[in-house]
């Protein structure tokens, strides 16, 4: 089956599976079909559908991110030999400014939310979005069962807790590992418990990574985006509490890279480490 085909059978299948969209009306064009069949992934609750279906689903998605283009680790400066930087643990530490879902590495950092399913806002541009639409059906999936797991043990009004971290399979990403932490809502303005969840975050990400023999880990700007997070103060949380865990365990962690998005998170992290 050719790519057009699968995008073909995977816009079918997925207005079949949905009640509200059956007879969803989509324009004779590539862009529009692809838009559609992520829309149409983001809004489904988590459930059964036919292995077939995510049979062809993964190969699409793969191809997809054959298409992006995989980023390798050794595609990857460190800031040492980026900026010279002369911080001890330079090599240790990489920027890295574009599409998390291309990273070939260990584990990417998800900033999910406390339901912890995924973005269901159709194409939202939300970096939990992004990995559930590059990872597929599956992952919500995973997240289902995990959160139904926690909910027989602790209620079912269980939300996950700010600042804890969870691993899942990646599924169609090119990572090996996505784990899932939730960060603080900033709406309200910054103060000190804020500041210690945002150091939660990174300190359960690295923990879980030493915990699984994760060596590589990338991080997104957690809570910088729709939880508003002020993008400096969240970067130096980042940049400190990161070392401060290389520094007593450099051993468990080969590599960590600060993925940025925006031109204003790339710039304050080049400041941080020139």
Known sequence: MKQQERLDFLLEKLKEDSVQ??????????????????SLMNIRMPRYIDRKI?????????????????????????VK?????????ADKISIWQGDMTRLKVDAIVNAANSALLGCFVPCHRCIDNAIHSGAGMELREECNKIMNQRKIKYGTNYEEP???????????????????????????????EL????????????NCCAENGLKTVA?????????????????????????????KKENNIERVIFCVYKDLDREIYDKLYK
């Open 81 to 89: 030999e980026q900026h010279g930087s002369n911080n001890p643990l």
């Open 219 to 247: 991080f997104c700007c957690i809570s910088t985006g729709e939880f508003r997070f002020p993008n400096k103060e969240a970067a130096v949380i980042a940049k400190d509490t990161v070392e401060r865990f290389l520094m």
């Open 54 to 78: 995510l049979k062809v689903q993964d190969e699409f998605l793969q191809n997809q991110t054959f298409e992006k283009g995989i980023v390798t680790l050794d595609m990857i400066p460190t």
């Open 195 to 206: 500041c210690n969840d945002l150091k939660n975050c990174y300190e359960s990400v690295l």
């Open 21 to 38: 969209y059956k007879n969803l009306q989509v324009e004779e064009n590539e862009t529009a079909k692809k838009e559609a069949v992520r």
């Open 162 to 192: 700010t600042g804890t971290a969870t691993i899942t399979e990646a599924y169609n990403l090119p990572c090996k590992k996505v784990i899932h932490t939730v960060g603080p809502i900033c709406y309200f303005g910054l103060n000190d």
